[in-house]
Nanobody, 118 residues
Framework: VQLVESGGDLVQPGGSLNLSCAAS????????MSWYRQTPGKGRESVAR????????EYDESVKGRFTIPRNNAKNTLYLQMNNLKPEDTAVYFC????????????WGRGTPVTVSS
C-alpha cells in the first residue's frame, strides 16, 4: 500500500486549497476512503469519507459545507477540495481507507501540511 498526499500550502483565512492523494498497491475502487488530519498533541481525526461507489459521503461537522471529497477510481486518486479555510483547519492531512467499519491500512503516507494564517 502506498498513499502519497500533495497540495498542502500556506493560505490566508477564507482561502482555498485542493489536496490530492495518489493511491497504489491495492484495488482503490474496492474501498471506502477518508481524509484525516492531525495537529500537534491530537490524534488523527477523520474529516471526510466517501464510499467506494461514491454514493455516500459524510463530513465532520467542523468542515461540512466547506470541504468536498471527490474520488476518481480510474485514476486511483482521492481529492479534498477545501474552501473558506479557517485557522483551525491547520493540520497535516492524510488519506487512507476508512469509513463505515473500514479501518485504515497500517501503512500511512507522509501527509501534506496545510497552514491557514494571515
Amino acid at each position: 500500500v502506498q498513499l502519497v498526499e500533495s497540495g498542502g500550502d500556506l493560505v490566508q483565512p477564507g482561502g482555498s486549497l485542493n489536496l490530492s492523494c495518489a493511491a497504489s498497491g491495492f484495488v482503490f475502487g474496492r474501498y471506502h476512503m477518508s481524509w484525516y488530519r492531525q495537529t500537534p498533541g491530537k490524534g488523527r481525526e477523520s474529516v471526510a469519507r466517501i464510499s467506494l461507489g461514491r454514493r455516500t459521503i459524510e463530513y465532520d461537522e467542523s468542515v461540512k459545507g466547506r470541504f468536498t471529497i471527490p474520488r476518481n477510481n480510474a485514476k486511483n486518486t482521492l481529492y479534498l477540495q477545501m474552501n473558506n479555510l479557517k485557522p483551525e483547519d491547520t493540520a497535516v492531512y492524510f488519506c487512507n481507507r476508512g469509513g463505515w467499519n473500514d479501518l485504515p491500512f497500517d501503512s500511512w503516507g507522509r501527509g501534506t501540511p496545510v497552514t491557514v494564517s494571515s
